[in-house]
């Protein structure tokens, strides 16, 4: 087998084109360090269990649909406690950070972080740093013990706060240094995950002995190579409950149409999968696909067509959704951005609205009653679901095993449904979004009957992309990992 290591990127080769994208450890650059037996070796709930630590050799394959003659592709070091640990208990100085937008889960994972810590390998000194990267130079920590969490998986939010924007490397890992933190937990999307790359590579320029690991949060579910983002069950559900009112309003009124606007930044996974789950939908936008107005094939004929047909209808928009349309139209601004440099999207919700309004205004022989719910961030702000909290805990449980081994640069990920160390560069070098030729998004256009508002100038842009996929990129359809094939 042969090894391509460097301070970036990690790589084994081995026959048959298998290819381990390995994660950096401790002993990279720090040469010697002393080991230690794992604890959970004499955890009565743990020793019995067989074959309870993880094989050194064991790795998860991100491409599960093979060929008979196909390369076995891209491996991720599988997550799970080790034999032996690069922390002795009372050495560790841990700390948690959550950045970016909320997302329901997160308290969930802090909670097993710390419990993890606590009861599987006996650390007591956990700090939670307040309001995002910026707590680490402009605020005082937070002490967290199991019963200080006890009870934060039922509430939504975070109890240690989040930020956007203030990620200030020298000051963060001036703030690592000198507080003797010698473990972080940084749980965000996919800003969060590049600003905790740049503290990993900081931290190892300094030589210090500190594992720096991620824990993936996005209820978008932008972050690519993971089977899905922890919280995002949860949105789905919650995105329930508005497009059930969107429905009762619709139904009750003559030619009633209800708008639910739903978040997804650059990526319509939440609309996607809350019309999928609803059925009441009969019109799903999101980012990732053209759509247009007025004239043949356009949105407002199939309006018109469906509430001829069925007295109501049901339309469910991604907040990123034709943005490009609207910016036509604004005299505002389209290039304004977040304190993280996120950009900041105008209504389009709001924006649909008017336009059906105004169209069937403008004919009169077909009166509407329109109505306009906007739950975007009643759908993050909700404790998680079961399943979800089930998922925190094992992630959070993962990332804890892995960075005891001394493992650092990497962040903790469900791939083909076992708990993954994964590379950081894998995680940020791009976004997941719906693509559009997939056939989750065929068994969308097939439930709602909408059109898909592809005209050939469109079609022959998105052959274009598919042809060129991103040169690491080995999986059919892999950026549409949620809900598979
Ligand atoms: N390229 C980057 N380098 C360093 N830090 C970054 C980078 N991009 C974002 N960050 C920092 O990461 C944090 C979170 O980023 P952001 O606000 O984009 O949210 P996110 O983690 O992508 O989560 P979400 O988009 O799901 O809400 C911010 O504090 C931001 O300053
Ligand atoms: O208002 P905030 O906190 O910036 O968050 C809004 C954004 O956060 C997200 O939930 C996650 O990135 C997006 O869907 C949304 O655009
Ligand atoms: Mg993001």
Redesign the pocket.
């Known amino acids: 087998m042969e090894n391509h290591s460097s301070c970036q990127m990690k790589i084994e080769t081995g026959d048959a084109g298998y290819v381990l994208e390995d994660v950096p450890h401790l002993t990279d650059y720090i040469p010697n360090l002393p080991t230690y037996p794992n604890p959970l070796r004499s955890n009565p709930a743990y020793s019995v269990v067989k074959q309870y630590f993880v094989d050194a050799d064991d790795t998860v394959p991100q491409k599960v649909v093979v060929h008979k003659d196909g390369p076995r592709g891209i491996h991720f070091r599988r997550a799970g406690p080790r034999q032996r640990v690069y922390f002795a208990p009372d050495e560790v100085h841990a700390c948690i950070v959550t950045?970016?937008?909320l997302?329901p889960g997160l308290n969930t994972v802090i909670r097993e972080i710390v419990c993890a810590l606590y009861h599987m390998y006996g650390v007591t000194k956990v700090l939670g740093i307040d309001g995002?990267?910026?707590g680490f130079y402009s605020k005082n920590t937070i002490t967290l013990t199991p019963k200080f969490v006890n009870d934060i998986h039922k509430r939504g939010g975070t109890i240690i706060g989040t930020?956007?924007?203030?990620?200030d490397k020298p000051k963060i890992v001036d703030s690592i240094q000198d507080r003797g933190i010698n473990q972080v937990y940084i749980i965000?999307?996919?800003?969060?995950?590049?600003?905790a790359a740049?503290i990993y590579q900081e931290v190892r320029r300094r030589g210090l002995k500190a594992v720096v690991a991620g824990i993936p949060?996005?209820?978008?579910n932008?972050i690519p190579v993971i089977d899905k983002s922890f919280g995002f069950d949860t949105a789905v559900e919650e995105a329930q409950r508005a497009i059930n009112a969107a429905h009762v309003e619709a139904e009750s009124a003559e030619n009633g149409i209800g708008v639910v606007k739903l978040m997804g930044?650059y990526c319509g996974f939440i609309a996607m999968y809350a019309t999928l789950a609803s059925r009441d939908v009969d019109l799903c936008l999101i980012p990732e696909s053209p759509f247009f107005l007025e004239g043949e094939g356009g949105l407002l004929e199939y309006v018109e067509k469906r509430l001829k047909d069925n007295g109501h209808m049901v339309i469910v928009v991604a907040e990123g959704a034709g943005q490009e349309l609207l910016a036509a139209e604004s005299l505002s601004s389209a290039t304004a951005q977040?304190?993280?440099?996120?950009k900041l999207l105008q209504d389009v919700g709001l924006w649909i609205s008017d336009k059906i309004k105004a169209h069937f205004a403008k004919q009169q022989s077909m009166p509407i009653t329109l109505k306009y719910i906007d739950p975007t961030y009643m759908i993050r702000a909700v404790p998680s679901n079961a399943s979800d909290n089930v998922y925190c805990t094992l992630l959070a449980q993962s990332c804890v095993h892995g960075v005891m081994a001394g493992y650092t640069g990497f962040t903790s990920g469900l791939v083909n449904g076992r708990q993954t160390y994964i590379p950081f560069n894998r995680i940020t070098e791009k976004q997941n979004n719906v693509v559009i030729t997939d056939r989750m998004w065929a068994r969308l256009l097939s439930s709602t009957n909408q059109p898909s508002f592809l005209r050939s100038k469109d079609v022959i842009e998105v052959l274009k992309q598919e042809e060129s996929p991103a040169p690491t990129q080995l999986l059919d359809g892999e950026n549409s990992k949620t809900g598979g094939n």
């Not at 949060?217 to 978008?220: F, G, L, Q, S």
């Not at 977040?338 to 996120?342: I, K, M, P, T, W």
Request: glycine residues 32%; proline residues 0%; aromatic residues 4%.
């Open positions: 950045c970016g937008g997302c995002g990267y910026r930020s956007r924007g203030g990620h965000g999307g996919d800003g969060t995950q590049k600003g740049v949060k996005t209820i978008d932008d930044r977040d304190a993280s440099g996120n």
